[in-house]
């Protein structure tokens, strides 16, 4: 305050006045030392000198300089980040043979802290699902083999729940939120490895690269494996329509073959059948999308369904673990009477539960497998209806294995499809030459399967469908054998020892793997050893008859085979049969019609059996000793009369 005492007596514009003032200074013009220039069009033109002209442009250096400076201050923070930048690019860069042993140095340390506190360490997921995103192919497929099994070791035996806006309102303790926390952090982190896992087998289906391919593949065997593993944990969906797009190509690769197995496992093992019906569901969907033009396999894995099977006895579900064993007197603990009563009690009604949990559980088990089963059906018939190429044979054997399950209501329209392909084959075989190609239709072994699928349709509605007599079925059977006999690749199929196609690194799966002779065996059995009633003496007489002259040009398989049906026949009905093996005997009048299609018109009795003769005079000695045995059978069989 003293200082400014005797402020009131200063004299401020005086000294202001007094002052010394800061005069801009005007550049002089400095006179040009050059002569002006007159052009050719008269005009005068004054020249600069060289002194001047770098001043000026000295002058505008020095004001863009300011103006930078002046804008450096509004740019600090990207200058940082660009600065950032050059340190970055000034630093020696890092093999990428290193940077894979740094990174699988990285996933194994994560692995190891996650698997040993799960609840505390779960959030590292995240550097590893950043590590599936490097521009390293080798470090993304290590990632992507690294997190897979870190889900496979912490996803629990239970499906989480999302929680409901009730339950987040409620305070709960530390323990429960560490949980809860834990569990959405679980959730959240697999739903986008699952993700990532649909994008890379995409991108490997539709991208050339090898990178992609080998990528792909890796993705395909992480989706398996987690599928295999922990089918009940959340988005199971996603992993199911992983498959589904694996599956719904043509092509048979490593990726095809991985998923179709893992599939089958899954139907295998599913006791409650919720995954079964969830994959099947699934693959009806995709087989409606690309209107049935799928690969046979494919639908092959229907046959591993586990469909309305009873359920497996376990001793957990009856008896406790240990209460079967009787402890010794001195380990038992002393317990007064009215306490032992009260366990009694106690473990009757415990016992009551678990009795009325198995009927719940099997009750639930067989609704979902009759759900499953219907998909299954629909599909088969749909099939039947539209009847793509290469899906007969799966088709058909597939209503052969669940032929006891189909309703009666739908008995008769499978018998009139059924009838209809056989009309198709017979047509197809007339008008060309069968093939035995696999990619192309084969009339012959459709043909046999149909006649095949008839019977076990038969065979598996038991005593409900007696009245009804395969008669065109069997008379299919009869006029195939003729042309059957002569058909060279009788005892081949696609497992046979050839020559394979270069072009197909994987082999077709098929479930019909049957040769030609082996459907006929199976037609004859359910003809003549399933059936129940009586059976038409024509119809046999006509099938023996024809059975052992076909032999005669069969190989020496197919000869023992037929040799073997012939003799169950003589065994179980030899008094009908033994006409034809003695001129003694035969009662029959007119002649015999070799050419005719139907059985019972082909007069048989009218014949008799030379070609025994023959094959006993055949190259192979087993047949041989078949046929004599054959004969000396009747034989023995007739004096015993």
């Known amino acids: 305050m003293q200082r400014f005492a005797g402020a009131a007596n200063w004299n401020l514009e005086q000294s202001y006045e007094t002052g010394a003032r800061k005069v801009k200074r005007q550049k002089k013009e400095k006179e040009p030392k050059r002569l002006p220039i007159k052009t050719a069009k008269g005009i005068v033109h004054a020249q600069l000198d060289e002194d001047s002209t770098e001043d000026e442009a000295g002058?505008?250096?020095?004001?863009?300089?300011?103006?930078?400076?002046?804008?450096?201050?509004?740019?600090?923070?990207?200058?940082?980040?660009?600065?950032?930048?050059?340190?970055?690019?000034?630093?020696?860069?890092?093999?990428?043979?290193?940077?894979?042993?740094?990174?699988?140095?990285?996933?194994?340390?994560?692995?190891?802290?996650?698997?040993?506190?799960?609840?505390?360490?779960?959030?590292?997921?995240?550097?590893?699902?950043?590590?599936?995103?490097?521009?390293?192919?080798?470090?993304?497929?290590?990632?992507?083999?690294?997190?897979?099994?870190?889900?496979?070791?912490?996803?629990?035996?239970?499906?989480?729940?999302?929680?409901?806006?009730?339950?987040?309102?409620?305070?709960?303790?530390?323990?429960?939120?560490?949980?809860?926390?834990?569990?959405?952090?679980?959730?959240?982190?697999?739903?986008?490895?699952?993700?990532?896992?649909?994008?890379?087998?995409?991108?490997?289906?539709?991208?050339?690269?090898?990178?992609?391919?080998?990528?792909?593949?890796?993705?395909?065997?992480?989706?398996?494996?987690?599928?295999?593993?922990?089918?009940?944990?959340?988005?199971?969906?996603?992993?199911?329509?992983?498959?589904?797009?694996?599956?719904?190509?043509?092509?048979?690769?490593?990726?095809?073959?991985?998923?179709?197995?893992?599939?089958?496992?899954?139907?295998?093992?599913?006791e409650d059948g919720k995954v079964s019906f969830d994959a099947v569901q699934t693959l009806t969907k995709m087989f409606k999308a690309k209107h049935y033009r799928v690969h046979e396999s494919v639908l092959n894995t229907f046959l591993s369904l586990r469909l309305l099977s009873e359920l497996d006895a376990r001793a957990s579900m009856e008896t406790v673990d240990g209460e079967s064993r009787k402890r010794k007197k001195k380990d038992r603990e002393f317990r007064t009477k009215k306490a032992r009563k009260l366990e009694k009690e106690k473990k009757e009604v415990e016992k009551d539960m678990k009795e009325a949990d198995a009927t719940v559980s099997y009750e639930e088990r067989e609704r979902i497998q009759s759900e499953t089963l219907k998909l299954v059906f629909v599909t088969y018939f749909k099939i039947l209806k539209e009847r793509p190429p290469g899906l007969m044979a799966a088709t058909l054997e597939g209503l052969a294995k669940f032929s006891h399950l189909i309703n009666l209501d739908f008995f008769g329209d499978l018998l009139v499809a059924l009838k209809e392909l056989i009309a198709e084959a017979t047509e197809e075989l007339e008008s060309e030459d069968d093939t035995t190609d696999e990619d192309t239709r084969n009339a012959t072994r459709e043909a046999l399967l149909c006649t095949i699928t008839a019977f076990a349709l038969l065979q598996g509605q038991g005593d409900k469908m007696l009245a009804v007599d395969l008669a065109f079925f069997t008379n299919h059977l009869y006029s195939t054998l003729l042309p059957l006999c002569l058909n060279a690749d009788i005892e081949f199929s696609h497992k046979s020892l050839r020559l394979p196609d270069p072009d197909a690194p994987f082999e077709p799966t098929r479930v019909n793997v049957a040769t030609q002779i082996e459907m006929v065996i199976r037609a004859l059995d359910a003809l003549f050893f399933k059936q129940n009633g009586a059976t038409n003496v024509l119809r046999m007489a006509a099938?023996?008859?024809?059975?052992?002259?076909?032999?005669?040009?069969?190989?020496?398989?197919?000869?023992?085979?037929?040799?073997?049906?012939?003799?169950?026949?003589?065994?179980?009905?030899?008094?009908?049969?033994?006409?034809?093996?003695?001129?003694?005997?035969?009662?029959?009048?007119?002649?015999?019609?070799?050419?005719?299609?139907?059985?019972?018109?082909?007069?048989?009795?009218?014949?008799?059996?030379?070609?025994?003769?023959?094959?006993?005079?055949h190259y192979c000695p087993a047949v041989q000793e078949a046929v004599k045995g054959l004969s000396k059978n009747f034989s023995v069989r007739k004096s015993n009369k």
């Open 59 to 270: 002058s505008e250096d020095e004001e863009e300089k300011d103006g930078k400076g002046d804008m450096e201050g509004d740019k600090g923070e990207g200058d940082d980040v660009v600065e950032k930048m050059k340190e970055l690019e000034m630093k020696p860069k890092i093999p990428e043979k290193q940077r894979v042993l740094e990174a699988k140095e990285e996933l194994a340390k994560i692995a190891f802290a996650i698997q040993e506190d799960p609840e505390e360490n779960i959030t590292m997921t995240k550097r590893m699902r950043e590590l599936t995103e490097d521009h390293n192919p080798t470090i993304q497929r290590l990632a992507l083999a690294a997190l897979m099994s870190v889900y496979k070791d912490v996803i629990p035996g239970f499906r989480i729940r999302p929680l409901t806006e009730q339950e987040l309102k409620i305070k709960v303790s530390k323990d429960v939120q560490k949980l809860r926390d834990f569990e959405q952090s679980l959730v959240s982190g697999y739903q986008r490895f699952v993700e990532k896992l649909g994008k890379l087998v995409k991108a490997g289906r539709v991208q050339d690269t090898p990178a992609a391919k080998a990528t792909g593949r890796v993705a395909v065997n992480c989706a398996c494996q987690l599928l295999e593993a922990v089918p009940h944990f959340n988005f199971r969906g996603e992993l199911l329509k992983i498959m589904a797009q694996i599956l719904s190509v043509r092509t048979v690769d490593e990726g095809f073959e991985r998923a179709r197995k893992t599939l089958e496992e899954i139907f295998r093992t599913d």
């Open 543 to 617: 099938f023996t008859k024809r059975l052992l002259l076909t032999s005669m040009h069969m190989p020496e398989k197919s000869a023992l085979a037929i040799s073997g049906v012939v003799g169950k026949l003589g065994k179980k009905y030899n008094r009908q049969l033994a006409g034809l093996f003695s001129t003694e005997e035969s009662v029959g009048d007119g002649v015999y019609l070799m050419e005719s299609e139907e059985p019972e018109r082909s007069n048989p009795f009218a014949a008799t059996i030379w070609e025994t003769v023959l094959l006993e005079k």
